[in-house]
């Protein structure tokens, strides 16, 4: 990205507020960043020189500036742009292109992630927006999670189980389910149904969900059709509970890359069906 004469790029992350002079800046953050961190960036022009008299009033760290959310209002850093960037998540490094629309930091600005390279993502209903700091609204960045999801069957079919992963900036949530005696696919897909419920029951509105199950993602994304009438079922089932995201983003991921997952999966092979286990710890 061509560097622009005055302009300025603000990053959220968690609770943090980084202001950066330079885009170039900015990509050691998104290629150390973990699946628990969720990133936003805005673009502006020409920051006020009382602004930066008041991002050093409330501690200059970091390269330049780093303040707290809480400390950021709607008029301190004026007009800002959704800033395209390098996504984490998504292989080969592709670009997240966020909505242009001009929109203030303090309303949290949702991303427009229908552009997604390398994977599938599904903005669904729209809901008000919320404050990056202060007590009026939770902030946006805790209402997100990363979904690892595998499933494991001994004999495919045979004795089979679903593993589920889930984090956000705080904690981990390992799950665990019986399933009977199934095949690998039903396993695969019972363990993205069982993640998907888990976190929506915690209240999370924004997921990015990964797993080696190539069918399964691709047929979430409609890119696969479904001919065996069980797995319909299962898919129809995961596109609903897909639904009641703000956003939802799938991709698949080599084996190696879900090991985790595919620990709980084994594990689960042990629980009668329909036996749910779960663990959390904190970050």
């Not at 900015?26 to 960036?41: F, G, N, R």
């Not at 904690?171 to 019986?178: A, N, P, V």
């Amino acid at each position: 990205m061509a560097e622009e004469k005055d302009a300025f790029y603000v990053v959220k992350k968690r609770n943090v507020v980084g202001i950066y002079k330079s885009f170039s800046d900015i990509q050691a953050l998104l290629t150390s960043s973990v699946s628990s961190d969720s990133l936003s960036i805005y673009k502006g022009y020409s920051l006020p020189k009382k602004t930066e008299e008041y991002l050093v009033a409330h501690g200059l760290k970091g390269a330049p500036y780093s303040i707290s959310a809480a400390n950021v209002n709607e008029r301190l850093f004026g007009s800002l742009h959704a800033c395209p960037y390098q996504d984490p998540y998504s292989a080969g490094g592709r670009t997240f292109d966020e909505s242009s629309s001009s929109r203030n930091l303090q309303g949290a600005i949702q991303p427009d992630t229908s552009k997604l390279a390398g994977s599938s993502s599904f903005p669904t209903n729209s809901q008000p927006d919320h404050a990056l700091g202060g007590s009026q609204a939770e902030l946006s960045t805790c209402l997100s999670c990363t979904l690892h999801f595998d499933g494991a069957s001994k004999g495919n079919p045979g004795p089979a189980g679903a593993g589920a992963v889930l984090r956000d900036g705080n904690k981990i949530y390992r799950l665990r389910e019986g399933v009977g005696t199934q095949t690998n696919n039903v396993a695969e897909y019972r363990s993205l149904i069982l993640g998907l419920k888990y976190a929506l029951k915690k209240g999370y509105k924004h997921i990015v969900v990964q797993g080696d199950s190539l069918l399964v993602c691709n047929q979430i994304q409609g890119l696969w059709k479904i001919k065996h009438p069980n797995m319909a079922s299962l898919c129809s089932e995961a596109k609903e509970l897909k639904n009641k995201f703000l956003s939802f983003k799938i991709s698949h991921v080599a084996r190696e890359y879900n090991s985790e997952a595919d620990a709980q999966a084994n594990l689960a092979i042990n629980l009668k069906d329909g036996e749910v286990q779960e663990d959390c710890k904190s970050l």
